[in-house]
């Protein structure tokens, strides 16, 4: 690959995030969705107790590469939500481990309900062809970079 083209390719990437988060996360804050407006982390640590399960904080926090202290305040605010809940390990009761609520999934799937929502509206002015191109780049996407994670 040519020196330029590279570099597209990473301007590409690093605007893609936040350009996707906006059209996402757009009217979610708005007041009748002012529940769900909550940091990106917030939303991943839930993800990953609800696909893998209790964990450690620490486990969360390598997958996330956030700091231990962040971790905390996030756990901790979580837990003040009723999202989660913090139980010392059966195995070794040094270990505090955060497993997802009945609360917390269902705030996940009144949450996805939300993004959903505003999906819809954002792509209302895009004509099918283009929706389907539209999906058709997101696997392509998410198929790459699956790949790269496998190396």
Do not use: C, W
């Not at 708005?30 to 990953?48: D, N």
């Not at 195995?91 to 705030?107: C, L, M, P, S, W």
């Amino acid at each position: 690959m040519q020196e330029k083209e590279f570099e597209k390719m990473v301007d590409n990437i690093l605007i893609y995030y936040p350009l996707f988060y906006r059209k996402i996360k757009t009217s979610i804050n708005h007041e009748k969705h002012s529940r769900y407006s909550k940091p990106t982390g917030y939303y991943q640590v839930l993800g990953i107790l609800i696909h893998v399960g209790p964990l450690p904080i620490s486990e969360i926090g390598k997958m996330l590469f956030t700091s231990k202290p962040n971790m905390t305040s996030l756990i901790d605010r979580l837990v003040k939500d009723g999202n989660v809940k913090r139980s010392r390990s059966k195995d070794d009761r040094r270990i505090v481990k955060v497993e997802i609520t009945e609360e917390g999934k269902n705030f996940l799937i009144e949450g996805r309900k939300a993004v959903e929502k505003n999906i819809k509206e954002n792509i209302l002015n895009l004509t099918e062809a283009e929706i389907e191109v539209l999906n058709d780049s997101l696997e392509n996407i998410k198929k790459l970079l699956l790949k790269m994670d496998n190396k």
